[in-house]
Nanobody, 123 residues
Framework: QVQLVESGGGLVQAGGSLRLSCAAS????????MGWFRQAPGQERAFVAA????????YYADSVKGRFTISRDNAKNTVYLQMNSLNIEDTAAYYC????????????????WGQGTQVTVSS
């Protein structure tokens, strides 16, 4: 059982930046593809970004391309989401996901999920 713990959320003004972290409990984190999703109040959970086991392949939702960057440090069992140029529409709870298969992470069917961290962007 892999446990994922997100951190780094908070309140930020529009145009600002935040970096989210997702720490995995298992040492063999490098075998899992990882991803970030978000869910705003009253909306369905939506894909944000995903990264392959090695970090060499990344995917982004169109709404965050050029503003968000996903990366991972397998030595630290951690995946990051650097979020720049934040706008009010980015306000949501952000969740980390993991699965052996990148495609499964991308389609929201990842086996493991964190509890989420709240990001609130103010005007």
């Amino acid at each position: 059982q892999v446990q994922l713990v997100e951190s780094g959320g908070g309140l930020v003004q529009a145009g600002g930046s935040l970096r989210l972290s997702c720490a995995a409990s298992e040492r063999a984190t490098s075998i899992y593809a990882m991803g970030w999703f978000r869910q705003a109040p009253g909306q369905e959970r939506a894909f944000v970004a995903a990264v392959s086991q090695s970090g060499g392949i990344t995917y982004y939702a169109d709404s965050v391309k050029g503003r968000f960057t996903i990366s991972r440090d397998n030595a630290k069992n951690t995946v990051y989401l650097q979020m720049n140029s934040l706008n009010i529409e980015d306000t949501a709870a952000y969740y980390c996901a993991a699965d052996l298969y990148l495609a499964t992470v991308r389609n929201g069917k990842g086996r493991y999920w964190g509890q989420g961290t709240q990001v609130t962007v103010s005007s």
